[in-house]
């Protein structure tokens, strides 16, 4: 008849970790080459992923943004064309904004447009867009140069008079202008008062 023999319970002194501690560092490294649990060595992370990563974040929370501004659409034929997504494309390099111009090549992309038909079409957008902007430039001058003109011709006449320009330059100069006139103003009644009462004159 076998007797029972109970199993005595694990102790720090007969586990695995005390027991690979005592043993010779040739046996660890023999048990650590036929263990079945490899230990993967951790791969460092390459920068072009880390930028890779950044932008495709800020795309995510940019298109968020579009959708609940209510703007959709471009996965479909019917309401974006593939010439308009790449016209847009071309819009947005006139712009600067690279998340916007990631977000666009994404679509291109996802949409499979011929590679032909975003160069022609971004490229017509690109030209339009500079042209523009060179127009807008020239037309900010041009009411620039017009206000300013304005406010020369009253200051010599001395005949300055507040007038609302939309040039935001023009607008500052003049605001400028009207506090110098008006602290002039108050420092002239200011010398005519002290001037009467050195004079005695109340009159």
Do not use: Y
Not at 110 to 135: D, F, K
């Amino acid at each position: 008849m076998k007797r029972n023999r109970s199993k005595r319970p694990a102790t720090p002194e007969s586990s695995m970790d005390s027991l690979g501690a005592r043993i010779p560092a040739a046996q660890r490294l023999q048990f650590a080459a036929i263990s079945e649990k490899r230990v993967k060595p951790q791969l460092a992370v390459h920068i072009d992923d880390i930028a890779v990563d950044k932008l495709s974040g800020a795309m995510k929370a940019k298109l968020a943004k579009c959708r609940k501004e209510g703007k959709f659409g471009w996965d479909s034929p019917l309401q974006c064309s593939g010439e308009r997504l790449a016209g847009l494309l071309g819009e947005s390099l006139v712009k600067g904004d690279p998340v916007d111009i990631a977000n666009f090549a994404a679509m291109l992309h996802s949409r499979g447009i011929s590679h032909q038909v975003i160069a022609e079409q971004a490229l017509h957008a690109m030209l339009r867009g500079s042209r523009l902007q060179h127009l807008l430039r020239i037309t900010q001058g041009d009411e620039l140069r017009r206000a300013v003109r304005g406010m020369t011709a009253m200051l010599v006449n001395d005949e300055w008079a507040e007038h609302v320009s939309k040039d935001p330059d023009a607008m500052a100069l003049e605001a400028a202008i009207t506090e110098l006139h008006n602290d002039l103003a108050e420092a002239n009644e200011i010398l005519a008062e002290d001037a009467k009462t050195i004079t005695g004159d109340r009159g």
